[in-house]
Nanobody, 125 residues
Framework: QVQLVESGGGLVQAGGSLRLSCVAS????????MGWFRQAPGKEREFVGG????????YYGDSRKGRFTISRDGAANTVYLQMNSLKPEDTAVYYC??????????????????WGQGTQVTVSS
């Protein structure tokens, strides 16, 4: 059974940084894309970025604007979302997701098969 467990959220002041982690278990993820999404209150879940597990290639949605970086530690089965220069509008629940997607770059919520429970990020002004 696939499990994705996020951690690293919290309260941070505007301009600060956070690194979110997503530990994946339950199968081999070599053919998977690991995605990060976020959902602010009253808004739809938004694609932040994705990473091809086998190659480490990362791609990003519009919300990133050069401030977020996705990486992985294969030995630890962990994907990271490094967030810098945080703004109050980055406040949201951040979710990790996974899908078997060799050769594609999924960006939609419906593209992903597995989801974590989310971790809250709150940025104060």
């Amino acid at each position: 059974q696939v499990q994705l467990v996020e951690s690293g959220g919290g309260l941070v002041q505007a301009g600060g940084s956070l690194r979110l982690s997503c530990v994946a278990s339950g199968r081999t993820f070599s053919g998977h894309v690991m995605g990060w999404f976020r959902q602010a209150p009253g808004k739809e879940r938004e694609f932040v970025g994705g990473l091809h597990w086998s190659t480490g290639y990362a791609y990003y949605g519009d919300s990133r604007k050069g401030r977020f970086t996705i990486s992985r530690d294969g030995a630890a089965n962990t994907v990271y979302l490094q967030m810098n220069s945080l703004k109050p509008e980055d406040t949201a629940v951040y979710y990790c997701a996974a899908v078997n997607a060799i050769g594609t770059m999924p960006t939609r919520v419906g593209d992903y098969d597995y989801w974590g429970q989310g971790t809250q990020v709150t940025v104060s002004s």
